[in-house]
């Protein structure tokens, strides 16, 4: 599906490190999620998945999936984060095909917000690649700065 494409699912822009990696953004009707299709330059000396890959995912995921989300109580939105803590599990290796990677934020306070992440291969609900939980720091003003 192209960009132009009204059907297309929305796609959201990272930063330059997000097109260093070649993952995109992607929302659709079940929500925020990323897309990876596995290069040769993204498997480690043993032929499979570095697990820096993965872990990325899990991060980038987590945090974006905060935003624009309220924090309870203060009638603000998130508008940054940043993370705290990641805790991850490797489940496989792989060696080819599309990772997808997926957040539902399970708690969301005042500073802080707790978010489990998910990698999965061939789709959202596919085999599971790497799981994990994120504590991320959260702001009302964004952080971003110009590159």
Known sequence: MSAQDPSA????????????????ILHNERGLYFQLPIRRDHL???GV???GVPLTLLD???GRSLIDRPIPGSGQLIQSSVTVTLTVDFMRAVNAGILFASATPDHIGKTLA?????????????????RGIGTYRIYTKSLVKSI
Request: net charge negative.
């Open 9 to 24: 699912p929305a796609s959201y822009f990272h930063g330059p490190f997000q097109q260093l990696v070649g993952y995109d």
């Open 114 to 130: 707790y978010v489990s992440v998910k990698v999965t291969l061939d789709a959202l609900d596919g085999d599971i690649v790497s």
């Open 44 to 46: 480690n000396p043993h």
């Open 49 to 51: 998945l570095h697990g």
């Open 60 to 62: 980038a995921v987590g």
